[in-house]
């Protein structure tokens, strides 16, 4: 082979691979803002949910769920927050329980319904969702946004589901076991 063909080919396999590198990390840096914007925006959105939660604890309101309905399809989750506002008087621990309290198929069969008496021990939906079951101490009038975390296993039947959520006063000198009324969380599985 003729030396002049072997360095005009070298030299255009350099220009090709210098620009494919080039384009390469044009990608990668592209690629990189737009998840750290999405990162940036998701921050956002919480930081304002959570403002917006922590709003709804104004005057009588001690436990709040103002977004009370998740769409969540199987394999994924979703975080729904709850707002306690300690109004006992004095430094207090809170805990959040939550339990399936009834589900219907998509077609609007019965799967259980506590409050008819049929069990949701057994169906798939206890044990989706967790919450802080340890306790949050608050100061007097202090508040908190709890997260409550909904993750749909891949065997989920499509449908709704409704859960309760439950803030339980667990340590303080005023503590009354229930704390506020029980909200309801509804889920659909599509």
């Known amino acids: 082979m003729n030396k002049k063909a072997a360095i005009q080919l070298s030299a255009g396999f350099l220009v090709i691979l210098l620009l494919s590198l080039v384009v390469f ?19 956002n959105l ?17 436990v709040s769920l103002p977004f009370n309905r998740l769409t969540v399809a199987r394999k994924k989750h979703d975080i729904a927050g709850v707002g306690i506002l300690n109004k006992l008087g004095d430094t207090s621990t809170f805990s959040v329980h939550v339990t399936c309290n009834a589900a219907l198929s998509h077609d609007d069969v019965v799967f259980c319904d506590e409050s008819s008496g049929i069990d949701c021990a057994s169906v798939a939906c206890d044990g989706w969702v967790l919450s802080d079951t340890d306790g949050i101490s608050l100061e007097n009038n202090e508040d908190v946004v709890s997260d409550v975390l909904v993750a749909i296993p891949s065997d989920a039947e499509t449908g709704k589901y409704v859960f309760n959520v439950e803030v339980q006063c667990t340590g ?11 909200k309801k969380l509804y889920v659909t599985v599509p």
């Open 172 to 182: 303080g000198p005023v503590c009354d076991d229930a704390y506020g009324s029980v």
């Open 46 to 62: 919480d930081a304002k949910t959570a403002t917006q939660i922590r709003h709804s604890l104004k005057g009588s309101n001690i």
């Open 25 to 43: 990390g044009i990608g990668l840096t592209l690629m990189t803002k737009i998840f750290v914007g999405a990162e940036d925006i998701k921050k």
